[in-house]
């Protein structure tokens, strides 16, 4: 190259340099632009800034968040949306013993109330061959027992007092409990003639299907508020 000709190109750069604006002619940072090809990020080095003295917002940080459960939350967060309550094994509610409408072929008339204590069901009887169904707790062994009572009072969220027999064998128990969400009577009962037997709540959903009384027959709250809403008093109740 001609030392003329290199003359010419100094000269020219000078008077080029002479005419941008010295604002302008700063070096502007890199811009980081997202790629469409695969990922990854392409990096443009611009020499001034774009019109209006602005510099172009990275793509990346427009990009709405892929992955996320609308929350904010990664799909497998453990304190978002996979977060459950722990429940023991042994506490957790059998859904065998779910409500339900179910075929009866007995001979018990409608509005009765029919107990299977050996599978843990009670059947109030609808008619036209159906019966609804409820998972129920009874007596332990020992305290099983069958017959024909009648529904001879309803309570709602109704107090407890252990019978004598009762605290004989657990002194610990208190002797009175007023009703209310800790008391083992639950929601509500329906006491069985003059016995001491009930139809009641419980406060252990999770005892549901188990030989676990003292010869009471225990429902979920849910159920017996239900139930309890269904029948009156004089019902007729069959224990087999």
Same mark, same amino acid.
């Given at each position: ?8 190109? +100094? ?11 010295p ?9 980081r ?27 990346y940080?427009?990009q ?6 609308g ?20 506490q ?15 001979k018990?008339?409608?509005?009765t ?9 009670l059947? +109030? ?18 305290? %099983?027992w069958?017959?024909?009572? %009648?529904?001879?009072a ?30 083992? +009577? ?7 003639? %003059?016995? +001491? ?12 299907g %188990?030989?676990v ?8 709250n849910e159920d ?11 019902t ?5």
């Amino acid at each position: 190259m001609s030392k003329k000709f290199m003359l010419a190109l +100094l000269a020219s750069a000078s008077i080029l340099l002479a005419s941008v604006d010295p604002v302008a002619a700063q070096a502007a940072p890199p811009v980081r632009v997202a790629s469409n090809m695969g990922g990854g990020f392409i990096e443009f080095l611009f020499g001034g800034a774009p019109q209006g003295g602005r510099y172009q917002q990275p793509m990346y940080q427009q990009q709405p968040d892929v992955g996320f459960d609308g929350r904010g939350l990664p799909p497998m967060d453990p304190q978002g949306i996979y977060r459950q309550e722990a429940v023991e094994p042994s506490q957790r509610f059998d859904p065998r013993y779910n409500k339900q409408m179910v075929d009866y072929h007995g001979k018990e008339s409608a509005g009765t109330i029919v107990i299977d204590t050996p599978n843990k069901f009670l059947y +109030l009887v609808q008619g036209d061959g159906k019966a609804l169904r409820y998972g129920v707790g009874v007596g332990r062994p020992g305290f %099983t027992w069958s017959g024909v009572k %009648t529904i001879s009072a309803k309570k709602e969220w109704p107090a407890w007092t252990p019978p004598p027999e009762m605290l004989a064998r657990r002194p610990d128990l208190p002797r009175h409990m007023e009703g209310g969400p800790e008391n083992p +009577l639950g929601a509500r009962a329906m006491y069985l003639g %003059t016995s +001491l037997y009930r139809i009641h709540g419980s406060n252990e959903p999770w005892t549901i299907g %188990t030989n676990v009384s003292s010869g009471c027959i225990r429902m979920r709250n849910e159920d017996v508020i239900d139930l309890y809403g269904r029948v009156g008093v004089g019902t007729k109740v069959v224990v087999i």
